[in-house]
């Protein structure tokens, strides 16, 4: 056990190394106002917002920038008055609600942060004028867009969750923080280093992967070694997780952040979707990638030899497979689409040091829901997890849209429960 605690110390130190680039500053000092407009995942350049304290005294005006954001730094804790600027927001862009004023407080030393959820004319809810059934398709269109969108990002970060499983038996909780680790790791090399977002996203992907194997080689394949069960594996994944997120949030810092490049792109109009070109891309790469790993699995000696493993390690063995090789393949795979994944994800909405852990329960969700341990059952579990995440709110508030697939999780296991494409298998 000792040996397991030096080399997985040692690969902390390798992470910690890799963090510490002039792109990972730490939180600084705040007291003041921020926040983050942003309109069907895009953000809203030059919308106004002004702020006053609660008697009406002028603070400051500001205007969001290219990623959406603004902050307003203020003397004095207490309560303020924020108000954004409609005439100031996209052509038939509003607030949800109709209320454009905020009054948050400010405690000493904090920074408070300020949301206005952003809607189209038109969206959900407000379908009662005489196009109100050809606004609701549209809607209805983009939102399904924007689903399979999701569920794709999801889906390569549960395709590796899936196989880790199904070699090895192991729940990690830790995977959550290797999507993290891709977004950070990418954004280091692309804002700290100067390079562009193609070779940085490439780079990061290519240190994943090796992050991944070293996890394996030197912690997860040290406990395997020593007999450790596979509850006390994923409650020592938990504790992972927990330590590797404060590492983050030393080194990258508490605010959010966007790549230097293809953060504000305009978008362009496919039938009744709206979209930046981004996303269009990035759903072509994300399903090719998926598409590339399920079929090295049914038809390379090495994809045939995991599933072997999976199926049942001992006679794996017995027949002549290298089972920890076959694994430490496995564990530097799941690293690099991990990293991937969390790229994408930094791509369509900005990084944060917790971006892992917002959709760690969705992927979850995805690898349930398709069937533990299967490639494409990731895939096809992810993509109804992304959908139905999106178009729910059709007709449920956007702040419950994840209760709609939750919901189709617990029905589908209700009736299947193996899951969408799982096998069944013999209990007792």
Same mark, same amino acid.
């Given at each position: ?17 890799l ?9 600084a ?7 983050t407009? +942003? ?20 603070? +400051?005006?500001?205007?969001?920038? =290219? ?11 207490g309560?303020? +008055?924020v ?6 927001? #996209? ?12 009054? #948050?407080?400010v405690?000493?030393?904090?920074c408070?942060?300020?949301l206005?959820?952003?809607?189209? +004319? ?5 379908q009662?004028? /005489?196009? $109100?059934e050809? /606004? ?7 939102l399904?867009f ?6 794709l990002i ?5 395709l ?12 990690n909780?830790a ?11 990418a ?15 490439i780079? %990061?992907? *290519?240190?994943g ?26 409650i020592?994944? !938990? ?7 404060? *590492? ?7 605010q ?5 490049q293809?953060?504000?792109? #305009?978008?362009?109009?496919? $039938?009744?979707?709206? %979209?930046?070109?981004k996303?269009f891309?990035?759903?072509g790469?994300e399903? =090719? ?9 049914m038809r390379?000696?090495?994809?045939? %030899?995991?599933r =072997? ?6 006679l794996?063995?017995?027949s ?6 076959? !694994?430490?393949?496995?564990w530097?795979?799941?690293?690099? !689409? ?11 909405q ?8 917002? !959709? ?14 299967? %490639? ?5 579990? /992810? ?8 178009? /729910?709110t ?11 697939a939750? =919901? ?8 299947r ?8 298998e013999r209990?007792?």
């Amino acid at each position: 056990m000792r040996r397991a605690v030096i080399a997985f110390t040692a690969f902390l130190s390798g992470l910690i190394f890799l963090l510490a680039s002039p792109a990972h500053a730490g939180p600084a000092d705040c007291q003041g106002l921020r926040g983050t407009l +942003k309109l069907q995942g895009q953000p809203v350049n030059g919308a106004k917002i002004a702020v006053t304290t609660e008697s009406g005294q002028p603070v +400051k005006e500001v205007t969001s920038n =290219a990623q959406g954001t603004w902050d307003v730094p203020v003397d004095k804790p207490g309560k303020y +008055k924020v108000t954004l600027d409609v005439s100031s927001l #996209p052509q038939n862009t509003e607030v949800r609600g109709g209320n454009n004023v905020r009054t #948050p407080t400010v405690f000493e030393g904090n920074c408070s942060t300020v949301l206005f959820a952003l809607q189209a +004319k038109g969206a959900p809810g407000q379908q009662q004028d /005489s196009g $109100g059934e050809s /606004s609701f398709w549209t809607t209805a269109a983009q939102l399904t867009f924007e689903g399979l969108n999701l569920g794709l990002i999801i889906a390569l970060a549960a395709l590796g969750l899936s196989l880790i499983y199904g070699t090895t038996g192991l729940t990690n909780f830790a995977h959550g923080e290797l999507v993290t680790l891709g977004a950070i790791l990418a954004y280091a090399f692309n804002v700290g280093f100067g390079l562009h977002i193609i070779p940085a996203a490439i780079i %990061a992907v *290519v240190v994943g992967g090796i992050l991944g194997y070293l996890q394996d080689r030197l912690f997860w394949g040290q406990l395997r070694r020593r007999g450790t069960g596979t509850i006390a594996m994923m409650i020592i994944s !938990i504790g992972v997780a927990l330590f590797l997120r404060y *590492v983050f949030l030393i080194f990258f810092g508490g605010q959010n952040e966007a790549f230097a490049q293809y953060t504000a792109q #305009p978008g362009i109009q496919v $039938g009744p979707i709206t %979209a930046a070109p981004k996303n269009f891309v990035a759903m072509g790469i994300e399903l =090719a990638v998926l598409i590339i790993v399920g079929l090295a699995l049914m038809r390379t000696r090495t994809g045939k %030899a995991a599933r =072997a493993v999976a199926d049942n390690p001992a006679l794996a063995a017995s027949s002549g497979i290298n089972v920890d090789r076959v !694994i430490r393949i496995i564990w530097t795979t799941g690293g690099a !689409i991990a990293a991937l994944a969390g790229i994408m994800l930094g791509l369509s909405q900005s990084l944060k040091y917790t971006m892992g852990q917002d !959709i760690l329960l969705l992927i979850f969700a995805g690898v349930t829901l398709g069937g533990l341990g299967t %490639a494409f059952g990731a895939l096809v579990g /992810s993509l109804v997890v992304g959908l139905f995440i999106q178009v /729910s709110t059709l007709w449920v508030p956007p702040e419950l849209k994840s209760v709609g697939a939750l =919901a189709v999780l617990i029905i589908v296991l209700l009736v299947r429960p193996q899951g969408i494409l799982g096998r069944r298998e013999r209990i007792g």
